[in-house]
Structures are given as C-alpha cells and as structure tokens.
C-alpha cells in the first residue's frame, strides 16, 4: 500500500545537505528533498480523499508562519540532522495533525517523544557521519521562513511526489 506524509520542505537547506542526503538517507533518492516531517505515516495515498485534504489545509491554514534557524548538526546514533531552533512550532503542528488523525500517529508509534529534525545522512559509519558534520557545519547558520506544508505521496513504484502544497495561514 502507497504511504503519504506530511513535510515542511527546507529549500534553503539544499544547497548544503543535498548532496549528502542523496547519498546517505534512503528517502532522498526516493523523490523527498530537504525537509522536516510533520506526519509519517499519514492516510494512506489510496485513501487521501477531498475530504481528508480538506481538513488537512483547515487545519494548517489555523497556524501562523514563523521563522526558523538552522544552527547546528546533532545527532541520534545512527543518524546525522540540523535542528531547528525553535522546535516547538513543528511539534506543535505535529500534535494538532495527529490528534485530527489518532489512527496515525508519528512513526507509528515508535517514538514516545518526536523530535522535529532535517535528517542530513543515515549510517553506521562513525568516521562518515563526523566527516559530514564537520562539512555541513560550515554552511551553519541556516534560516527558513516555514509558511507552507506539503503533502508528499508515494507512487507504485516506491518513488515520492508532492501531491499538494498546504499554505500556512496568510
């Protein structure tokens, strides 16, 4: 069954982990760019009728955009991210999405706590990772207005497109 997520695309932050997430993430040769989940798993793509888009932008269209830094790299033990700083508004928007959908809650569950986060690589390789972090930092600070979601869909053959853009309230 095709998968659908909700993302906040980071376009500032290409120029800086593009490369390194085509190589080193599994989703970034998959179609997704730089970006920070909102919803993954969220309605399965056979299932995203008018109505649940509907809600969806409602939804969105209730929050106001707001500004957002990139200072530094972290991370979990084998993946390298950006933090965004603050954090808070994508947790935020990640609570009020899965509370609208409770069928669907971040990562299936996985996670008692979501960290909001732009994944940069995913390895095991200790030497890889520090050697990404000392190149990424070099691009740090970066800035983003986030004013806009996207509702990104997975197609038959495992490849993503963003389905629908979601603009934040104006």
Avoid at 82 to 92: G, K, M, R, T
């Amino acid at each position: 069954m095709s998968q659908s997520a909700v993302l906040v695309h980071v376009p500032e932050a290409e120029p800086v982990v593009g490369e390194w997430r085509l190589k080193h993430t599994y989703d970034a040769p998959l179609g997704i760019p730089a970006h920070v989940t909102l919803l993954f798993p969220f309605v399965p793509a056979d299932e995203l009728t008018s109505e649940v888009e509907e809600r969806l932008a409602r939804l969105l269209g209730e929050i106001e955009p707001f500004d957002v830094t990139f200072p530094w790299t972290a991370r979990f033990p084998d993946v390298l991210y950006l933090e965004p700083q603050p954090s808070e508004p994508f947790a935020e928007l990640t609570v009020a999405i899965a509370a609208e959908w409770p069928e669907h809650p971040p990562y299936e569950g996985e996670h008692e706590t979501v960290i909001p986060h732009l994944t940069v690589a995913e390895s095991e390789d200790e030497e890889l990772l520090e050697r990404i972090t000392r190149e990424v930092q070099t691009g740090l600070p970066l800035h983003s207005r986030v004013s806009r979601a996207q509702l990104y869909v997975e197609d038959s053959a495992h490849r993503w497109h963003e389905h629908s853009e979601l603009p934040l309230r104006s």
